[in-house]
């Protein structure tokens, strides 16, 4: 070999090896050393008996090849790390062969981590995807112009539009009607410089048009590969919720309504005894018997969902359990009362019963109560008649004026229950006949105390 | 003339389907002075009142039941020129009721009814 030519391949730094036509070696370049574990004593020897930390297997096979044609070849060797790879090309020279090396190993870790890199990218987009397609919200992406982007399933169900057809669309093409809403928090985003924006927005779902959906709207900033300004937001139905809040809303303005009408009434009641002028014991005990009849009725109404109660439970809560069984004539057929009646019936059949221990039949221990009630129709449509007649008490007689129990009585039957009361003093006994028409007493009157704010918006 | 001799004079309707409540407003109408109380306990009821002869003025409770209110017949009582105050268990601001009419929150205190009941009645256009 010349001195030249092994000078030129020093300088050069291009690892080269001469073969001669036995594949002995012939020369090399010092940089193949880093490949290959030449010795100076290797010259002569067949380059397949050479070390190598590369896999050389088909390396030997090409150069066996290559002696028996003139063309080059090129193979690409690795070590057993991976991390360096190695091109060797395999041309003839005179009698025999050059091979020359090239380090290819930053172009094989650019690869390798090109390809990671790629793989992250799809399984970042991959997850990306799969959130956009799975999420149970609503999700779109606009674009700087309004122009969507991306656009989930989701919300896909609430504007009728496929996903896909999205794309490109306009905001206020895709939602006429929630479009206007929420292109002003996209506004206020791109050019108001926020990052987030809350909101509840109120419309139509083409997947249940018949109602009016409420959504908890994201909308957040997101900056793009170019500078620029897109829009992403996230649509979660909240319908349930706010329909929840607002029965909770009407159910605590009903609950005070009715606590306060209490104590309009207990106030009313107080204010009747300090107008009593009987012995402030007396009308004591007669307010507060008052007020435990009318705690009871509300309890037999609130164990019902104040719907309605059983005629039969308030006698035996008023009569029954205060004046025992064995002084009460109780018949009648099962009757269910309105709430209305309830309080009206609960109050007069303690006002009778308050009088009777007074001045009547329960003022006597031999003075008997019978109270009988039915369902008739004597032309004047279905009526409730209650009878209450007192036996074997002291003899009455009609009082000189409507005491506040009468009065309530009357109050109670004839102007809030459209009934009649009528008493008369026989001499065994006081009778009352109360009649009411039989749908006031006992059609359903749950709305009696209807919340006039029923139909108020629901948001707060 | 006096507050008290001007309103022996007057007829009041009273609108109140409460028959507890209604019984001590009435004594309280009385104590006031009212030597004409025509007290009622539903809508027809007050409408029969008013087609026998003209109040005037009026003290109504807003919530009827069935869903049912006396805000139409104060804004009705209020056209024919008689005053009227209404009177809620609701947070008065909460119901539509009409601005020429005065709004008192149940439970009230007599105080609070003379005072309204004054009001009405002394803005009254002379008829």
Redesign the interface.
């Known amino acids: 070999m010349d001195e030249d030519l092994h000078s030129f391949l020093s300088a050069t730094g291009i690892a080269t090896v001469f073969l001669g036509p036995d594949l002995a070696i012939r020369s090399y370049s010092p940089d193949v050393l880093r490949w290959f574990r030449f010795q100076p004593h290797d010259i002569g020897r067949p380059f397949t008996d050479i070390g190598s930390q590369l896999d050389v297997r088909p390396l030997h096979r090409m150069v066996c090849d290559a002696t028996r044609s003139s063309s080059i070849h090129e193979v690409d060797l690795a070590t057993d790390t991976g991390n360096e790879l190695v091109r060797v090309r395999i041309a003839p020279y005179r009698d025999g062969l050059v091979l020359t090396m090239s380090d290819l190993s930053h172009v094989a870790r650019y690869a390798r981590e090109t390809g990671q890199a790629l793989a992250e990218a799809r399984a970042r987009a991959n997850e990306i995807e799969q959130i956009y397609r799975y999420s149970p919200g609503a999700m779109g992406l606009l674009d700087s112009d309004l122009r969507y982007l991306r656009a989930n399933p989701k919300l896909g169900e609430i504007d009728g539009l496929p996903p896909e057809d999205h794309i490109g669309k306009h905001l206020l093409e895709v939602h006429p009607a929630l479009g206007p809403e929420m292109a002003s928090r996209i506004r206020a985003i791109i050019d108001g410089g926020d990052n987030g924006i809350r909101a509840t927005l109120r419309g139509r779902s083409a997947a249940d048009g018949d109602r009016i959906h409420y959504w908890q709207a994201d909308f957040f900033r997101i900056k793009r590969e170019d500078g620029g300004i897109a829009v992403g937001f996230k649509l979660y139905d909240v319908t349930q919720l706010i329909e929840l809040q607002a029965d909770l809303r009407r159910m605590m303005?009903e609950l005070q309504?009715r606590v306060?009408?209490m104590?309009?009434?207990v106030?009313?009641?107080v204010?009747?005894a300090k107008?009593d002028r009987r012995d402030h014991d007396v009308a004591l005990d007669t307010l507060s018997s008052r007020i435990r009849a009318m705690a009871t009725t509300h309890n037999l109404l609130t164990a019902e969902n104040w719907i309605s109660s059983n005629l039969r439970d308030i006698v035996e809560m008023e009569l029954t359990q205060v004046y025992g069984a064995e002084r009460l004539d109780l018949r009648g057929p099962e009757t269910r009362l309105n709430a209305?009646a309830t309080l009206?019936i609960g109050?007069a059949l303690h006002e009778l019963a308050t009088n009777a221990a007074k001045y009547g039949a329960f003022s006597d221990p031999a003075g008997r109560v019978s109270l009988r009630w039915s369902r008739m129709d004597e032309g004047d449509g279905e009526m409730l008649i209650l009878n209450w007649t007192e036996t074997n008490g002291p003899s009455v007689t009609a009082p000189d004026r409507r005491g506040?129990g009468t009065?309530?009585i009357h109050?109670?039957v004839?102007?809030?229950l459209?009934g009649t009361v009528s008493e008369s003093w026989e001499p065994e006994g006081l009778r009352v006949v109360i009649s009411l028409p039989w749908t006031t007493a006992t059609e359903i009157?749950y709305?009696?105390?209807?919340d006039?704010?029923r139909d108020a918006d629901p948001l707060p | 003339m006096t507050a008290t001799s001007t309103r022996s004079a007057m007829r009041i309707l009273y609108l109140e389907d409460e028959p507890i409540i209604a019984l001590d407003t009435a004594d309280m109408l009385s104590d006031l002075g009212f030597g004409d109380i025509a007290m009622v306990h539903s809508l027809p009821a007050a409408e029969r009142v008013i087609s026998a002869g003209k109040p005037d003025v009026a003290l109504l409770d807003v919530n009827m039941g069935h869903g049912r209110t006396s805000i139409a017949l104060g804004t009705m009582l209020i056209e024919a020129g008689i005053p009227v105050v209404f009177a809620t268990g609701y947070a008065p601001s909460a119901l539509p009721c009409d601005p020429r009419a005065l709004v008192i929150e149940k439970p009230f205190r007599v105080e609070t009814l003379d005072r309204a009941l004054r009001n009405v009645t002394e803005h009254r256009p002379a008829n």
């Open positions: 303005r309504h306060k009408n104590l309009s009434n106030i009313a009641l204010n009747r107008r209305r009206g109050m506040f009065q309530l109050s109670m004839e102007g809030t459209s009157d709305d009696s105390d209807i006039p704010l």
